[in-house]
Antibody
Framework: QVTLKESGPGILQPSQTLSLTCTFSGFSLSTYGMGVGWIRQPSGKGLEWLANIWWDDDKYYNPSLKNRLTISKDTSNNQAFLKITNVDTADTATYYC???????????WGQGVMVTVSS | DVVLTQTPSTLSATIGQSVSISCRSSQSLLDSAGNTYLYWYLQRPGQSPQLLIYLVSNLGSGVPNRFSGSGSGTDFTLKISGVEAEDLGVYYCMQATHAPPTFGGGTKLELK
C-alpha cells in the first residue's frame, strides 16, 4: 500500500534553512505521471501548496515563496525533499507531503511534521 | 492566483441529514483540453487531509457513495447524502487547473 512520512528538525531559528524529507513506499517517482507535492498548514488555519516534483524531474513552486524553495528527489531511495531558506515565524506550520498520480492530485498524504520557527 | 470561496464556513448537521458545501472559483476551472481539475478533501480532527472527490465528480478510492460532487466552470458543490459521525471535520476544495494550485478556506462540519 502507499505510505508517505515526513521528517524535519522540529524547531529552528529565524533565518535558518528548513530541510524536510518525505520517505514513501508503494509507488515509484520514476513512474510516468507520478509526483510528490508539499503542502503546509499553520495551526488552526487552511492549506497552502508549496511545490511539486514530477517523475521527469519537472518542478513547480508557489510563486509567493519561489525564491526560498527548492524541491528535489532521490528516486532510488524513494524520497523527496524540500528546503526553505531564510525562515521566519510565519513558516511555523505542519508540513505535509502528498502523492499525485496523473489527475489524482494528492491522493495519499503523510501524517505531517510540525515545524516551529522561534528564537 | 485563483481564489476559491467556500460557503458556508461552518455547517451544523444531525446524523442522517443531507448537506451541501459550495465552492466558487474566481476563474473558470475548465482547461483548454476540456478537463476541470477540481478536488474535494476531508480533514478529520487531528488527521491529514484525505481525497474524497477528483475531477469534480469522481469518488476517490474507498470513499463511500454518500459523497458526491458536481458543478462546472466556476461553481461546484459537494453533497453528503446522510451525514455519519465519521464525516465530521473540515472540508476543502482545491483547484489545479491554474498554477499555482489553491485551496478554499474550508468548511467545518459539526454535529448539531
Amino acid at each position: 500500500q502507499v505510505t508517505l512520512k515526513e521528517s524535519g528538525p522540529g524547531i529552528l531559528q529565524p533565518s535558518q534553512t528548513l530541510s524536510l524529507t518525505c520517505t514513501f513506499s508503494g509507488f515509484s517517482l520514476s513512474t510516468y505521471g507520478m509526483g510528490v507535492g508539499w503542502i503546509r498548514q499553520p495551526s488552526g488555519k487552511g492549506l497552502e501548496w508549496l511545490a511539486n516534483i514530477w517523475w521527469d524531474d519537472d518542478k513547480y513552486y508557489n510563486p509567493s515563496l519561489k525564491n526560498r524553495l527548492t524541491i528535489s528527489k532521490d528516486t532510488s531511495n524513494n524520497q523527496a525533499f524540500l528546503k526553505i531558506t531564510n525562515v521566519d515565524t510565519a513558516d511555523t506550520a505542519t508540513y505535509y507531503c502528498a502523492r499525485t498520480e496523473g489527475t489524482h492530485y494528492f491522493d495519499y498524504w503523510g501524517q505531517g511534521v510540525m515545524v516551529t520557527v522561534s528564537s | 492566483d485563483v481564489v476559491l470561496t467556500q460557503t458556508p464556513s461552518t455547517l451544523s448537521a444531525t446524523i442522517g441529514q443531507s448537506v451541501s458545501i459550495s465552492c466558487r472559483s474566481s476563474q473558470s476551472l475548465l482547461d483548454s483540453a476540456g478537463n476541470t481539475y477540481l478536488y474535494w478533501y476531508l480533514q478529520r480532527p487531528g488527521q491529514s487531509p484525505q481525497l474524497l472527490i477528483y475531477l469534480v465528480s469522481n469518488l476517490g478510492s474507498g470513499v463511500p457513495n454518500r459523497f458526491s460532487g458536481s458543478g462546472s466552470g466556476t461553481d461546484f458543490t459537494l453533497k453528503i447524502s446522510g451525514v455519519e459521525a465519521e464525516d465530521l471535520g473540515v472540508y476543502y476544495c482545491m483547484q489545479a487547473t491554474h498554477a499555482p494550485p489553491t485551496f478554499g478556506g474550508g468548511t467545518k462540519l459539526e454535529l448539531k
